[in-house]
């Protein structure tokens, strides 16, 4: 990245005389070699799935799968009309953009994790809201949202924009201060009232907890959404205003990592403390799940790693993370899956029923991607494809608090695969058969089997330079010197199918070489 504060991001701004979206479109037409139009064609396809899911909970009441929640986007939506609210109607109507989003993400539908499912309302929100208001073009808003992309890299680099990690500062709080910084840049704003915007809301929201109840996405988690709308037009209006954050928005992102580190586990997304633990709060888990008791930092690079991936709520992190980790488990068996145990531990093993985990991994390790309508029928699936599952809850050691051993078998073949799901969808391999070995599936990964020798990775990287490869990663662990290896390589360039026979015929004590890839 070009950028890893807002000062930096601001000052270059400022001296080449352009904005924060077009400085990011830039970086990321340069960082994934991806022309600019193709890039802003596929932001424009993250605001059509935002849209979709705005007008469908606003035109009609949708309940979430519980039936705990719903209907509030579609009734905030009807109150507004009437014209009798205290604040502004067409203000309210944005409130309920945002709970409408939020349903649909609880009901297992398809929203765009910004920058999580469970911030997921916010962005949309005040973009459709703009895109409604009839002040700026369709294709004004899509490149704003860039400008929250970039916005939401550096929070999420210097910080979190996890719930487990940072609590729901980190995930609600960021979303906000995203949402704001992109309305005073698409309302033409300075860079500097864009910093001040951001630190304005994300001040708000420092200290909120993360205590969904039943582990759900749902309490308080929608109505935070809705709120968090408002918050975020209220701080660019006060930014474009001319109010600064005295305290600079480096420093408010660097409390709140401070703040995260201190909250205690049971407000970090475990289900157990804050309005979870209130009698009314343990009276609805009891309900809903009778059988139930009682890190490390992400880094992030892409502005489809803050606005993306399109998913199946309801959870970023526990539905998306969980999805694409079963689909690297799935790629790396790399035939039809007739078994799998799942081991969860920290908040993966707390609430996996609530935020829907357990389908999800079973969707990823049949195949399915995070955006396939059909996730939340992976249980179903699993009957029809005859493969048979377990899951169970241990310590699997001091990963980060969303993390699942999946041993995955084939009728030939068979894995063990330690991941994490890091927030926003971001995951990261931190075992392979054992093998620590650390890969996040986003850029294409060759994951080699061979056996240890001198020299292997020289070759393995001449060979790769020949061709036109960028190495972005590469490692090697082994059993024993000249003994059994596995290597993994990660690679810029997606035409990377191509080099795989070569390698296979140069390298020549190779075992196995499979390809993983997320899309």
Do not use: W
Request: aromatic share 4%; charged share 20%.
């Amino acid at each position: 990245m070009s950028f890893t504060t807002l000062q930096e991001l601001i000052e270059q701004a400022v001296r080449g005389n352009t904005t924060i979206a077009q400085m990011m479109l830039k970086t990321e037409e340069e960082q994934m070699g991806i022309p600019k139009l193709q890039l802003i064609e596929k932001m424009s396809e993250q605001l059509d799935v935002m849209e979709e899911a705005v007008r469908k909970g606003t035109g009609s009441p949708v309940m979430s799968r519980t039936g705990l929640t719903g209907g509030d986007g579609y009734r905030v939506n009807r109150y507004a009309q009437k014209g009798r609210s205290f604040i502004h109607p067409t203000t309210l109507n944005t409130l309920s953009y945002a709970l409408s989003v939020s349903e649909v993400n609880a009901a297992m539908g398809r929203i765009v994790a910004t920058p999580t499912a469970g911030s997921a309302g916010i962005l949309p929100a005040v973009l459709i809201f703009a895109l409604d208001s009839g002040k700026f073009h369709r294709n004004e808003i899509v490149l704003s949202m860039f400008t929250a992309s970039a916005l939401g890299l550096v929070i999420a680099n210097k910080a979190s924009i996890s719930g487990a990690a940072g609590g729901c500062q980190a995930e609600v709080g960021s979303a906000t201060a995203m949402a704001a910084g992109t309305l005073v840049e698409l309302a033409g704003g300075t860079p500097l009232q864009v910093g001040n915007a951001v630190g304005i809301a994300l001040k708000n929201s420092l200290g909120l907890v993360c205590d969904p109840v039943a582990g759900l996405v749902e309490i308080p988690c929608i109505i935070r959404n809705g709120l968090g709308a408002i918050t975020a037009q209220a701080a660019a209006d006060m930014a474009l205003a001319g109010v600064k954050s005295v305290i600079p928005p480096d420093e408010v992102i660097d409390v709140m990592r401070e703040v995260g580190q201190q909250m205690p586990e049971s407000l970090r997304e475990t289900g157990i403390g804050g309005l979870a633990g209130t009698p009314t709060g343990k009276k609805i888990t009891g309900q809903l799940f009778s059988k139930k008791a009682g890190s490390q930092p992400a880094k992030y690079q892409s502005a489809y790693e803050i606005i993306g991936p399109i998913m199946v709520g309801p959870s970023s992190s526990h539905t998306a993370g969980a999805v694409r980790i079963g689909s690297i488990a799935n790629q790396l068996l790399n035939e039809k899956p007739v078994y799998v145990k799942f081991s969860l531990m920290g908040s993966f093993a707390e609430t996996y029923e609530g935020h829907g985990t357990d389908v999800a991994l079973l969707a990823g390790v049949l195949g399915l991607s995070t955006s396939d309508e059909n996730v939340p029928l992976a249980k179903q699936i699993t009957e029809q494809e005859g493969l048979s599952y377990e899951f169970t809850k241990r310590l699997l050691g001091s990963y980060h608090p969303n993390t699942v051993l999946i041993e995955l078998e084939g009728k030939t073949r068979r894995i063990k695969l330690v991941a994490s799901s890091l927030g926003g969808g971001k995951v990261e391999v931190q075992e392979l058969d054992d093998y620590p070995l650390k890969f996040s599936g986003e850029r294409p990964t060759l994951v080699i089997r061979h056996i240890d020798k001198k020299g292997f990775l020289a070759e393995l990287s001449n060979i790769l330079n020949q061709h036109g490869f960028n190495i972005a990663r590469l490692g090697l662990e082994r059993s024993k010197k000249g003994g059994p290896a596995v290597t993994i390589c990660e690679v810029d360039e997606r035409a990377v199918t191509e080099i795989i026979p070569i390698l296979k015929k140069e390298l020549g004590i190779f075992e196995d070489i499979l390809l993983v890839h997320l899309p």
